[in-house]
């Protein structure tokens, strides 16, 4: 795929031959200030820049500069170290002079070649050439020894900057996606911290609005096997472990989950391992879960909702149980602290919370759509 006013073959060059390749200096986190001199430490880049090119610098430092190393628009940085060979492979041009460039910072200075169309294509096409370039088990690692023989092919100047500038938009509209689902997080939050915001002393507690489920798995009639992930909610349990089950063969003693019942991990709930059930109609979870459905005096939708805000995160760490492994029982969740208001008040909320989890889903299925778009064109593009 290319541009049409373009032609001619595309030009394979090792990155030592068309750059100089060096290492930032040490800056560390306890050295950044409100104010200074910008600066980039190589955490930022899996963290904080998450499209190929930096525009806009984020942290400061007000050290000592005259041993530090400063970058020159148009540089493509590379961390030095990472959990993982494929994490490492993170490409960011730093389209500005003069920015500060901390140490564990690889440094590619090109000499006429477009940074931005760099950093894409080592993104792209040649992650995993240098993926395997990486050394290390624990802690990977990579230097400019390694880089030096990474084999770039590239079409003229003007081509280059073409396919930058169009990948640049694309990532400007992710960008922008990316804070638009930022925004409906924070108003989701707000919203749910105003509304559960108890404006009498209550002396009902959870325990008087649920029951616990205790039915099992007999005969191993139900095959549906689910886990509960605090990202997701229930999900099969093979999706979870990359398509596979973890589930015994015998799941005769799985406790039975029915639609807008509860599951939580007893050991993970700090993390946020607890969720409703409302994709399926029937599954089963380990008996390690402990199971449970509401009572008649309050809304399934309203309760779920509850379990997000901050005073149940509150009472909940003070009822974890255990020195090593801290742990919530049924027991335990059942004497924290609820006021809920009159059912149509509480079908209130959730409708609204519920409207802006609608929104919040259709938002994230189009940055997941923009995002297989920019690796179809990154796939196309390069060779």
Not at 136 to 155: A, M, Q
Not at 224 to 252: C, K, M, P, W, Y
Not at 354 to 363: D, G, R, S
Request: aromatic content about 8%; overall charge positive; hydrophobic content about 35%.
């Amino acid at each position: 795929m290319r541009f049409p006013e373009f032609e001619g073959e595309w030009q394979e060059k090792r990155l030592s031959d068309i750059a100089d390749l060096s290492k930032g200096i040490g800056i560390s986190k306890d050295q950044l200030s409100a104010d200074g001199e910008p600066c980039i430490l190589y955490g930022e880049l899996y963290t904080k820049y998450k499209s190929e090119t930096i525009k806009e610098v984020i942290s400061k430092t007000n050290i000592d500069n005259t041993k530090l190393v400063k970058s020159k628009a148009n540089d493509v940085i590379i961390p030095c170290s990472g959990e993982t060979a494929e994490e490492i492979a993170t490409a960011r041009c730093v389209l500005k002079d003069d920015i500060l460039l901390g140490g564990d910072l690889n440094i590619i200075r090109l000499h006429g070649y477009d940074g931005s169309f760099m950093s894409h294509q080592l993104n792209g096409k040649r992650k995993y050439d240098i993926a395997k370039v990486a050394q290390g088990v624990s802690v990977v690692h990579l230097y400019g020894e390694h880089l030096k023989n990474i084999k770039t092919i590239n079409p003229s100047l003007n081509e280059q900057k073409k396919i930058a500038n169009l990948l640049s938009l694309l990532d400007e509209r992710i960008s922008t996606q990316n804070k638009i689902i930022e925004d409906l997080k924070k108003l989701r939050s707000a919203i749910i911290e105003r509304e559960y915001t108890f404006k009498v002393q209550t002396h009902s507690h959870i325990g008087d609005f649920i029951e616990q489920n205790s039915n099992r798995n007999k005969d191993n009639i139900i095959q549906n096997v689910l886990s509960v992930s605090n990202r997701q909610g229930f999900i099969r349990q093979r999706e979870q472990f990359e398509d596979r089950s973890i589930a015994s063969d015998d799941t005769s003693n799985y406790k039975i989950v029915a639609r807008n019942d509860f599951a939580f991990n007893p050991a993970r709930i700090n993390v946020g391992s607890i969720a409703r059930l409302t994709t399926f109609e029937k599954g089963i979870v380990s008996p390690m879960y402990i199971c449970f459905h509401t009572k008649n005096s309050i809304l399934p939708e309203y309760l779920s909702f509850y379990f997000e805000t901050k005073q149940f995160f509150s009472e909940m760490q003070k009822r974890l149980e255990g020195s090593v492994r801290q742990c919530l029982s049924y027991e335990g969740l059942c004497n924290i602290p609820l006021f809920p208001p009159v059912i149509e008040e509480q079908r209130r909320i959730g409708k609204r919370l519920f409207t802006l989890v609608q929104k919040f889903n259709l938002e994230m299925t189009f940055l997941e759509m923009l995002q297989k778009q920019k690796t179809y064109l990154l796939r196309q593009m390069f060779i």
